[in-house]
């Protein structure tokens, strides 16, 4: 991805021009503020509305040959966490300086998005009142919701008989339009059978709130430190029953956060198409893949199945975009309309439309193959 010289960048974003006369571009994985740790206190610029920034200093507006986030190299599970929290916080600094509307407007003017659903995630240690001031804090300085859909996140001090009030609350106070659950970040040990009914329940109250749920999924980055394991993995999710209601729930980065390529074919994969073909509602987002695996998921994952997303400001959104459209041409696939499919036609119906009832139903999703 990094050695695409900018001529070939320039003629994915030429395509994309082409499909954007006749389609709303959507990306459905979009952090708001840097959510793993929530550490960064963003102070209002005076001069620039709609740009807020941890240390002061000037903005630029982004461009197609701006820095690209280093990769994080594997330091293995060394327990001396914190330390490594210290390192990870300081390196998304320079990725997270910068929230805010006018950040993200001008990331999606470069990637060609048209709207985006903007993932705050509850912290370990919030409780529902702290989520909520989140919550407030995003509305507030996302005001836009012509660019900007928020969804809702659920602390995990909110028991499983309280799930639906909770979501129902939220629904109701800011309008929320899908609930993101992040098991790593939030400490929900899903290979607990405890935690397995409480995310059970949560699709049962997603579907009578008529909300996706956006379930992130993979191995656990020991740069994340702290007792964060590997909580999330897909085998966590192979016994849940996803078909408790009717509600979409896409699984972010196909599950697979993370994964070496050797897991993803041999274990990851054959577990994602069983779960695919067992549950229609089932979804995969394609945010934070790099390019092996995002080819392996465009090759054996129907095209009905996928949804663009980006895992912006980590990943700076407009090389997710020509990641994609990259990855396709590979593939030797119908890169317009593939990607039509991924970024407008999927994400509109199941996330960003108007209506209480998603349109989908079992005759409508082909099986996995
Ligand atoms: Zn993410």
Not at 180 to 209: F, M, N
Request: aromatic letters at 8%; proline letters at 6%; glycine letters at 6%.
């Amino acid at each position: 991805m990094r050695t695409l010289p900018p001529e070939i960048c320039a003629s994915y974003l030429a395509i994309l021009a082409e499909i954007k006369q006749h389609h709303r571009l959507y990306d459905v994985h979009v952090h708001p503020y840097e959510v793993l740790f929530d550490r960064f206190t963003y102070l209002e610029s005076e001069s620039t509305p709609g740009i807020l920034s941890v240390d002061g200093k000037g903005y630029s507006t982004p461009s197609i040959y701006h820095f690209r986030f280093p990769e994080l190299g594997d330091l293995g599970n060394d327990h001396k966490s914190l330390r490594l929290q210290d390192i990870s916080a300081m390196l998304l600094k320079k990725v997270y300086s910068y929230v805010g509307a006018k950040v993200f407007s001008d990331q999606m003017d470069v990637g060609g998005i048209d709207k985006v659903l903007l993932l705050p995630v509850a912290s370990e240690l919030s409780n529902a009142a702290q989520f909520e001031n989140r919550l407030r804090w995003v509305t507030h300085h996302y005001p836009d919701r012509d660019r900007f859909a928020i969804a809702g996140s659920v602390p995990g001090s909110i028991p499983t008989e309280g799930l639906q009030n909770y979501i129902l609350n939220l629904q109701a106070t800011f309008n929320i339009r899908a609930i993101k659950c992040h098991p790593v970040v939030t400490g929900i040990d899903l290979s607990r059978p405890a935690r397995k009914q409480w995310l059970e329940e949560l699709v049962r109250s997603c579907g009578q709130c008529g909300l996706p749920l956006i379930l992130h999924s993979g191995r656990n980055n020991p740069y994340w430190g702290g007792r964060r394991t590997n909580c999330a993995a897909l085998e966590n999710l192979r016994n849940i029953n996803f078909s408790a209601s009717k509600a979409p729930v896409v699984i972010a980065h196909a599950g697979f956060h993370r994964c070496k390529m050797s897991d993803i074919l041999c274990e990851g994969m054959p577990l994602l198409k069983n779960l695919l073909n067992t549950h229609d509602n089932l979804f995969v987002d394609i945010s934070g893949l790099t390019f092996e695996p995002l080819k392996v998921v465009i090759e054996q994952l129907p095209t009905s199945r996928i949804l663009f997303g980006s895992d912006a400001l980590y990943e700076p959104q407009w090389e997710a975009v020509i990641l994609t459209l990259h990855a396709l041409k590979a593939k030797g696939r119908r890169i317009e309309q593939d990607f039509i499919q991924y970024a407008s036609v999927n994400p509109r119906s199941l996330i960003f439309e108007e209506k209480k009832h998603v349109k989908y139903s079992a005759d409508q999703v082909p099986s996995v193959p």
